[in-house]
Structures are given as structure tokens and as C-alpha cells.
């Protein structure tokens, strides 16, 4: 089996929490408020390293998602006491961080990037002062948490959770909770299939997870997102048959079960979707299984933006500003709304949560090298008892230009139902 990998993108967990009137801005379950002040300037570091990679790629809109986790970082370093300040001077660059905070938000949700840029010159140098008296080591130290139980953290490695005996790992804040760009892949799968591919036959497969020294990479060494650490795309070569389920641990470490049953005869090819706690980045690692040929491009297809399946109506739109436009632009988070309506027209409020969410939405582009993932805003949906729909609204990123197969999922009566759109993603 040949594995090829592209690494990519997404993390859409979000509660609201924050400062003051903040609460619509969406923040990551994993990263709680600090509760000490080693967690404070943890939390603060790694914002700040994530701005300035948001700026580098001129993505100015999504730092307001990172800054918002520093308000509470920043309550808490300012009632640290530390030698030798006196009070009008922290008073002084306390007003100054929290309007640095305010006004990179303000510039952030206008996509004023030369504004946001300006502020976080002052951010820095307000940081700076801050960090006077404390010790090297509460600056720069480390966290480490459980990925399942986000309270339990602690200040040195060597530790399991409490809750789960599970290891602890560093604490990582993603750049992106919407898209991140590809950055050298730490994870290598092989998969085997049971038997060969017959259109209506159900198969076992299994993976096999190593990292980069070929040490096997366990159920503990991932991240759980949408309730899986190890999700799945299985799609045949032409996007005929789209299948999104996930694999489970098995008992030999490294190996992880699932199992699909192909609608189309062969030239299947499967997207591993992990985030290793190592690095808290989302990849995708692509297998070709049986025939399939990696380079095949997909034949040209016309934009399709309305979409009927199984009696529901699926519709997607881009709003931009008090109108829709038709297509996505390169290189900028741009929201998408999904529609889903019945065969009377009527809105469907009852789309049932599954892996925690109303909706998944998955994006190929063209030539099939680049994946991502989309769920809607709002956060995850722990609840099973709760209902969605009609309109449920994404953010998107796409990296660049091209024809991207959106597939989006949603669940009623116990059913999942997948619509397929054609999206077109215009030059920035
Ligand atoms: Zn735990």
C-alpha cells in the first residue's frame, strides 16, 4: 500500500467564554481559563506565536479567535503580585494589554490587517514590561494536560490524568481553528483490507500508525476531536461513493479497526484524519487502496450550489455583507450557510448531533491532494437530545484556487444523508 500524505487544516471546537462582551468569539474546550500563573503566560505565548503566524499569511480576520484567550490569562498575570512594581505602573500597562486586546479585535473582525499589525507591535512591548519580575521559567514553561479532561493540568511532565490514567502531553494551541497549512507530516499509515473491494460487501480494514522514528503512535498519543481520535473518509476514486465513518484502537498498539462497505467496484482511496497531541495540528494522511491511481485528476464539473437527496433540499450560500455571492475566494475565512429545507420547502429542525456535531462538511479539491473539514459554529454538541437545523453556518478557509467537492452530512431519524456540492474557489 502506498501512503501518500497531505496535511491539512481544521479544528472547529469552540465554547464561548471570554472577556467582558466577548462571549460570541469562539474558543477552543481544550484551552480553559489559567488557574495559575505558569498557565497564564503559557496561554499568552502561544497566542502570541499564533498571531504572528496569522499575520505572516495575512490572516488578519482569525486573530480575534486567538486573542480572545488571553483576556483571562491577562486578569490573572495582572493580580500577580511582583517585586519592585508599583501599582500606577501596573495599572498603566494593564489598560494598555487590554486595549491592545480590544482594538486587535476591533481590527480583526473588520480585516483591517495593517490595524491589527500596528496594535501587536504595542501588545509586545506591553508583554514585555509584564513579564518584568517574573521568573524565566513561569514565562516559558510548559503545560501539560489531559486531551479528554482539559481540567487537569499540570506544571511538569511525567504525570497522568487522574481522571483517565491517560498520559499528559504539552499543551498546543492551533494557529487556526478553521484551516492550517501543511507543515511536515509526524504521522505514517499503511492500511489492509480484509478481503477485495465488491460493490455491496462489507470490509475490515485496518490501519497501522507510526511516527516518524516508527514507533507506533497509540490511542493516547492522539487528540479527540468530535468524540473519535482517529477519523475516517473513504471515498472511491471519481467521488461517486463518499463514506465518513472513523477507526476504533485495537488491541496491538498502533492499530486501529474499521470497517465500510464500498458502494462503487474498486479505486478506493481513504483520508486518515488525526491530530497528534504532539503537534495539536490536524493531518491528512492519504492510501490508495487496491487499483487506485494517486494522480488521477477528477473529470471538470459546473459549480453546484442546491442539491436534492432523499426528499431534503440542501442549499449553500456565501453571504457577503447584505448580499450572497456564488463562489469562494482564495487565501480568506469566508463564512458558508446550509440550508436545509424538506420536499414542501418547509425548514428541517430536527437534524439529529452525531460525532457531536449537526452537520460535517468535507472539501476535495480537484486533483485530490487537499482535504478539509468543516463543522458548523457553535461548538461541539455534547447533548444527544438536541436538535438543529434549518440553517447551520460554517467558517471556511480554502487554501487556493480550484474546483472543491463539498460533502455535507447530516443525520435525521437515525439516517445520515450526504449531499454533494461543487464549489468554486476564485484567485484571492
Ligand atoms: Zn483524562
Not at 1 to 20: N, P, Q, T
Not at 149 to 154: E, G, I, L, S
Not at 190 to 204: C, F, R
Not at 285 to 300: D, F, H, M, Y
Request: aromatic letters at 6%.
Amino acid at each position: 500500500m502506498i501512503s501518500i500524505r497531505i496535511r491539512l487544516l481544521i479544528l472547529a471546537l469552540a465554547v464561548s467564554s471570554g472577556f467582558d462582551a466577548r462571549a460570541d468569539v469562539p474558543v477552543p474546550a481544550r484551552v480553559q481559563n489559567p488557574i495559575s500563573i505558569e498557565e497564564a503566560w503559557n496561554v499568552v505565548r502561544l497566542v502570541t506565536t499564533n498571531v504572528e503566524q496569522l499575520l505572516r499569511e495575512q490572516r488578519s480576520t482569525e486573530v480575534v479567535d486567538q486573542m480572545s484567550l488571553c483576556s483571562p490569562a491577562l486578569r490573572l498575570i495582572v493580580r500577580t503580585p511582583t517585586p519592585n512594581l508599583d501599582q500606577t505602573q501596573r495599572d498603566d500597562q494593564t489598560m494598555r494589554a487590554a486595549r491592545s486586546i480590544n482594538l486587535m479585535a476591533r481590527d480583526s473582525m473588520a480585516g483591517n490587517q495593517a490595524g491589527v499589525e500596528a496594535v501587536f507591535v504595542e501588545w509586545k512591548k506591553c508583554l514585555q514590561e509584564l513579564g518584568v519580575g517574573f521568573d524565566a521559567k513561569v514565562l516559558n514553561g510548559e503545560v501539560f494536560h489531559c486531551v479528554d479532561h482539559p481540567d487537569v493540568v499540570f506544571l511538569e511532565a511525567g504525570n497522568l490524568c487522574s481522571e483517565c490514567q491517560r498520559k499528559l502531553h504539552p499543551r498546543r494551541i492551533p494557529y487556526s481553528f478553521v484551516y492550517v497549512e501543511p507543515v511536515s507530516p509526524s504521522v505514517k499509515v499503511t492500511a489492509n483490507l480484509s478481503k477485495e473491494i465488491v460493490p455491496g460487501k462489507k470490509v475490515e480494514g485496518k490501519l497501522t500508525m507510526r511516527n516518524m522514528k516508527g514507533e507506533p503512535i497509540k490511542k493516547d498519543d492522539l487528540m479527540v476531536t468530535h468524540s473519535k481520535e482517529v477519523h475516517l473518509i473513504i471515498a472511491d476514486s471519481e467521488l461517486q461513493d463518499y463514506q465518513l465513518t472513523h477507526a476504533s484502537p485495537a488491541e496491538t498498539a498502533g492499530d486501529f479497526t474499521f470497517s465500510f462497505t464500498p458502494k462503487m467496484s474498486s479505486n478506493y482511496r481513504l483520508w486518515v484524519a488525526v491530530v497528534p497531541c504532539a503537534t495539536g495540528l490536524q493531518e491528512y494522511v492519504r492510501i490508495e487502496l487496491g487499483n487506485s491511481k494517486p494522480e488521477t485528476p477528477l473529470p471538470a464539473s459546473e459549480p453546484s450550489m442546491v442539491v436534492n437527496v432523499d426528499g431534503y433540499q440542501f442549499q449553500l450560500t456565501i453571504p457577503k455583507g447584505s448580499r450572497s455571492v456564488s463562489s469562494g475566494k482564495a487565501g480568506e475565512m469566508q463564512m458558508i450557510r446550509l440550508r436545509v429545507t424538506d420536499a414542501q420547502g418547509l425548514p428541517v429542525t430536527v437534524l439529529e448531533p452525531f460525532l457531536n456535531a449537526f452537520a460535517h462538511v468535507t472539501g476535495i479539491y480537484d486533483d485530490q491532494k487537499t482535504v478539509f473539514q468543516l463543522h458548523p459554529m457553535g461548538g461541539d454538541i455534547i447533548s444527544e437530545q438536541l436538535r438543529g437545523g434549518p440553517d447551520l453556518s460554517f467558517k471556511f478557509y480554502a487554501p487556493r484556487a480550484g474546483t472543491v467537492r463539498l460533502f455535507s452530512t447530516i443525520q435525521v431519524g437515525g439516517k445520515s444523508i450526504t449531499a454533494p456540492f461543487v464549489l468554486r474557489v476564485d484567485p484571492k
